[in-house]
């Protein structure tokens, strides 16, 4: 049913809607306007700046098998319509949101399958973590219970694991992806082009990641009075899978009482509390997404060589800080949120409030997927809008 007051706004894009969803009649198709309106949002639009930019797509495309993405993507090619990939749509940059008008979002999570190896796992797109289990990924994100991992290889970072393991893009060694120029392999470090690329550079229809056999996580909470002597303590967790340092206004908003400074550790087996892992969301990186959604404060994010991590003292009584160490291609920094605050403050921004990937991936990286995508992508049909190439 449609919703009377977007009649208008409805009503201008019909005929070339119409068009596009003519295009598609032999797919598993959806335009209906309350499926529109679910797939022009996903969790970035706790984002003023991102939700601003969001359009409505013209149709959904549910797509389950290999021969289905080839047939899409020839019509991609043939009348140059901009595709949008979305997995479980868990995004918090708006990377599943439609940025141009006459948008096909593609649903990739109905593609499921996955093999595993003594030492890697291979899988489709649509594949859960919860369905290969949990304990065999090297990195997940805390909001694995409701993603995919195609959304997690395509659109992810950091998360649970990457302390230890690394960020996602270090723990895929193979994809296979199809591009408005043809379906490749990429192997090694050529994966880096379409690793969080949030989809600019082609549908992910199978990936291989290493796996990992991890233990019962252990957390345990220490306090500080001084930040001196807590970083000093976190960089020496050696084999720690997460860390967090908060001071007392984060662990205030997450419902503790502490001293100044409280590092947060989990461990494979380590002393502590047994923590079930659905319930580290609250205790990760979800810690900024529960605490903005609760008390809509302000948020934005810095990557941190770990020397830096001293100066946060100056910010101590001003913001909430919420600052989680990460390696990322053998670096370790502290991936840090700030909350509620302006600060002034230098580290590589990781901009939580922008929709493009050039905001937030290294320069390496980001050469790689600008590259591809000059090669594969001039046109930019794949997500477009996304990245600057
Ligand atoms: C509470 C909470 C906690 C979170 N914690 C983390 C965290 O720890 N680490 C982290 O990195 N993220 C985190 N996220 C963000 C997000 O949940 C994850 O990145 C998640 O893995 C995305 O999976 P998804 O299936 O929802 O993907 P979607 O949101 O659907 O898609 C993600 C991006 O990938 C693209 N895409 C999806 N599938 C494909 C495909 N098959 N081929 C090409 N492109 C594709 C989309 O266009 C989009 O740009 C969190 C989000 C929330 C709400």
């Known amino acids: 049913m449609r919703n009377p007051e977007k009649n208008i706004i409805y009503f201008k894009l019909e005929q070339s809607m119409n068009r596009i969803v003519e295009l598609l009649k032999d797919f598993d198709v ?19 700046s991102i939700e601003s930019k969001r359009k409505l797509p013209s149709a959904v495309v549910f797509l389950k098998k290999n021969d289905e993405v080839e047939r899409l993507m020839e019509i991609v090619r043939e009348y140059h ?19 141009k008008e006459n948008s096909v979002v593609v649903d990739l999570s109905r593609m499921k399958g996955y093999s595993t190896e003594e ?19 090297p990195v997940l994100p805390t909001s694995f219970y409701m993603a995919s991992i ?37 192997k090694g470090d050529e994966v880096k082009a379409v690793v969080q690329a949030g989809g600019t550079n082609g549908i992910i229809t199978k990936m291989k990641l ?39 206004k984060m662990m205030s908003a997450m419902g503790y009482q502490s001293e100044n400074w409280t590092v947060i550790v989990g461990e494979e087996e380590g002393g502590g509390e047994d923590v079930v ?14 605490v903005v959604n609760k008390m809509k404060v302000s948020y934005a ?12 003292n100056e910010l101590k009584d001003e913001c909430m800080v919420d600052a989680e ?8 920094f502290s991936h840090t949120y700030f909350l509620d605050c302006n600060f002034k403050l230098e580290g590589y921004k990781f901009d939580l409030h922008s929709v493009l990937i050039n905001d937030r991936a290294e320069k390496d990286r980001l050469s790689k997927m600008i590259e591809f995508k000059r090669k594969y992508d001039p046109e930019d049909l794949m997500n477009p809008g996304k990245l600057m190439f």
């Open 30 to 48: 959806k335009d209906d306007y309350e499926t529109l309106q679910k797939y022009s949002v996903d969790y970035g639009i706790m984002s003023k």
């Open 81 to 99: 319509v901009p595709i949008v990939e979305r997995g479980k749509g868990t995004n918090t940059l708006g990377g599943a949101i439609p940025l």
């Open 119 to 137: 030492d890697s796992i291979v899988s489709l797109p649509g594949t859960e973590f919860d369905e290969v289990g949990i304990e065999k990924f």
């Open 150 to 186: 195609g959304g997690f290889v395509s659109g992810g970072s950091l998360g649970l694991g990457s302390l230890k393991n690394g960020a996602i893009w270090d723990n895929v060694t193979w994809v296979e992806v199809y591009t408005p120029s043809g379906r490749k392999e990429l």
């Open 210 to 248: 290493k796996s990992v056999k991890r233990g019962k996580i252990r957390v345990r909470r220490t306090q500080f009075s001084s930040l001196e002597k807590a970083v000093d303590y976190a960089v020496n967790q050696d084999g720690a899978e997460f860390l967090s340092i908060r001071n007392k």
């Open 277 to 290: 892992f659905r319930d580290l969301i609250t205790n990760f990186a979800g810690a900024y997404y529960t």
């Open 301 to 312: 994010s810095l990557d941190l060589p770990l020397y830096k991590l001293y100066e946060l």
């Open 325 to 332: 160490l990460s390696k990322s291609q053998g670096i370790m």
